[in-house]
């Protein structure tokens, strides 16, 4: 195959389990370049465990994984120079201060006279001020910042965020989330674990879950947000000026009512609202409020979570 | 910069930084043990009697290569151990660095660190006594394959600790024993036959008496046995503990 065609990452009939427990089933997809990736999944699913056996920081039981084409056993060094990973932990090095510890980073891959780049990172993770601060002194949302920068110092084409915004405040989540759309259009490719479904709603391009270390489901964002169309109005009517009318909820198909006055209406399509709301006219009701409620990838998640299997570890 | 001289550096700067507890520490308790063991023993204890060496003299080379080695095995051992338990130890296991340029870094750093501990001592003891220097590279070999042995300990001790106390019990059970009984503070000829041959089982007592005989010019072994023995331990420990960090036992899971 073309190295320009290969997938960013490719991994294949992945296994790997810790003593008893199953942590990933034989899982297989691939990344394509370019792609902003979401992996999601509940606590204990197997995304860390994933992410670790693609940085090399796990061995695996079975399957291969590949980074832009370089196998991460057999071809380890091209493949670790070709990713750059944000683990979940919030670690450090207490003896150095920021600068220090991204030019060890560099040199660790063999960089030299990367100042650069560096101050570019650091001006874009708002972390100039902290330069030459020592590790130690840093709150959380910094020390997670520094660990973002320490992921990208040897600009990979791949780069890989392991729940990089937990526990960290708006501010810098959008700062982060501005930094990483940007390194993406660039063409940077990024897998991102997250458990703010918002983020991976609104970031990823595609989204896999796992559920007990298998891979239940991968999806484009759209198509996962569109594959169940149903909507809710919540209507707000005004008190009826006469007393015979029929309630609502026995007239109107899935609609129940909330509260007094108030009611919830299913419906398979959005094209159904306004003849909904029609039917509500001719039944004499007169509409106060109106407010439609579509399902985000928050309830496709639960959904699927649901109804994907169970397995013992 | 290369992954090994990034890795060198780094790990050099570590223990520099805090140089007062890495470096300053061990040589002022050197310089106590010179004090109290001279003032305590040194009518009592009889070394090298047709060389006229008095035993102030006699300790500084043994007392400068208990801290070589000591400070040797402290370096590569807190170093791992604190990277592995605080987690950052990930940020080279990330990076595309050799398993060689791994092992060689660690173990260089801590060859340096015990080298100035040990050339800490030497110098301070000069304000004191006068330590002849016979053979400098005798002293240069033994010192290097000194630290390299404790070093390779040292990594093979963090790799294996699971917590702090797993260091401390190879240091205090297996390292400060051996040491102490190499002859440190006493010429292993003043011992009774049987202690003499448990000494010559001791591979520290051979970097000692090698080292020693690079200042006096006078082994209590014959100098190409230590440097036989010293040297096959050297590579038999490199070789383990390379293998140990090529297999990822306890660094990758």
Known sequence: MNDAVLPALQIQGVSKSFGSVRAVRNVSFSVPRGEFFGLLGPNGAGKTTLINSVAGLCRLDEGSIKVMGYDVLTDYQSARRALGVVPQELVFDPFFTVRETLTFQSGYFGIKNNDDWIDEILAGLNLMEKANVNMRSLSGGMKRRVLVAQALVHRPPVIILDEPTAGVDVDLRKNLWLFIQKLNEEGHTVVLT???????????????????????????????????????????????????????????????????????????????????????????????????????????????????????? | MSGFSTLFLKESLRFWKVGFQTIGAPVLTALLYLLIFSHALKNRISVYPDMEIDYLTFLVPGLAMMSLLQNAFANTSSS????????????????????????????????????????????????????????????????????VILASLGLIAGIWA???????????????????????????????????????????????????????GRPDAPIEVSICVVSMVSIFLSLGCFSLIRSGYKLRG
């Open chain 1, 194 to 313: 997250t458990h703010y479904l918002e983020e991976a709603e609104s970031l990823c391009s595609r989204i896999g879950m796992l559920k007990h270390g298998e891979l239940v489901m991968i999806e484009s964002t759209d198509h996962l947000l569109q594959r169940d169309k149903e909507c809710w109005i919540r209507l707000r009517v005004k008190e009826p000026a006469r007393t015979d009318l029929k309630p609502l909820e026995s007239v109107l198909p899935n609609t129940e009512c909330v509260d007094s006055n108030e009611y919830l209406i299913k419906l398979f399509s959005s094209a159904e609202i306004e003849s909904t709301l029609r039917d509500v006219r001719e039944l004499e009701y007169e509409i106060d409020s109106m407010e439609t409620e579509n399902e985000d990838l928050e309830d496709v998640f639960l959904s699927i979570m649901k109804a994907s299997p169970e397995h013992s570890q």
């Open chain 2, 80 to 147: 791992l151990a604190q990277s592995k338990m605080m987690g950052n130890i990930v940020f080279i296991l990330l990076t595309p660095i050799s398993h060689q340029a791994l092992f060689a870094a660690y173990i260089s750093a801590a060859c340096v660190r015990g080298l100035l501990v040990a050339l800490g001592v030497v110098i301070a003891s000069m304000f004191f006594v006068n330590v002849p220097i016979s053979n400098i590279f005798l002293i240069l070999f033994f010192g290097i394959c000194g630290g």
């Open chain 2, 162 to 216: 699971e917590k702090f106390d797993h260091i401390a019990a190879f240091q205090n059970f297996a390292i400060l024993p051996m040491t102490f009984l190499s002859g440190v503070f006493y010429s292993v000829e003043s011992l009774p036959p049987f202690w003499q041959m448990i000494s010559h089982i001791n591979p520290f007592f051979y970097l000692i008496d090698g080292f020693r005989a690079g200042f006096f």
